[in-house]
């Protein structure tokens, strides 16, 4: 996905590293410059892989990965019935991008028509990212899968202007217990809790605990407060780890 208005995706059918040939693919666009690009989940992804098995011109792939093939409705190249989502798509562009074995050819191909099942969507009309069950395309044999477990959200400063890094206090950015992604966590907030608000976290059974057998050790306190403090942030507790980190 390259766009959202309008509505792009590119790939790119790079030439044989071995003999310097093109693929069908390439081929297939040149003499009908359209194409559907089909969403690929864990369920179906030994069928992918074999479709990409280099059988002669003309082979029918759908036949031979045992696809099932579903007529478009805006462009000639059929849909794959067993893909969670199939973009429609017309090839606005192709860029040769080198001559030599490797070179790829990017296609610029916009979407016009997207097939999405049912049983993938909210009650609010959004993608439920944990149901897809999508793969990804590594290197060589290797290939991941995106599942619930590996799922995780992080909440994009676009709407309120982070403080960031270099705002942090001292003590606080330059800590070797917290690491660089709980620096970011606390960084991406708008502003820091007040005194009166930090205070508050003192009377937390946890926190008095450390404040209590850490008197007159303020390296082993700046250490307990800190592990507290990132513990806190796993949790996605910025606010009361931003507190514990001002006491």
Known sequence: MFSSNPPICVFSPARRVRDNNTKHTYENLLEVPECVINIVNYAMVQQTSLASTEYPKGVNEFVKAGFTELRSILVKPPRVAESPAQLECIVNQIIPLGTKGGAGNLVIAEIKLIHINDDLFSQTGEIKQ?????????????????????????????????????????????????????????????????????????????????????????????????????ELLATGDVSAAWKVLLI
């Open 130 to 230: 944990d149901k897809v069950d999508l793969v990804a395309r590594l290197g060589g044999d290797w290939y991941c899968r995106v599942t619930k477990e590996n799922l995780f959200r992080i909440v994009k400063p676009l709407t309120n202007m982070g403080i960031g890094i270099d705002a942090l206090p001292e003590r606080v950015r330059n800590s070797f217990v917290l690491s660089g992604n709980d620096l970011g966590q606390l960084a991406n907030v708008v502003s820091l809790p007040t005194d009166e608000e930090a205070e508050e976290i003192m009377y937390d059974p946890d926190i008095k605990e450390i404040l209590d057998s850490t008197i007159g050790d303020e390296t082993t306190r700046t250490i307990a407060l800190q592990t507290k403090a990132r």
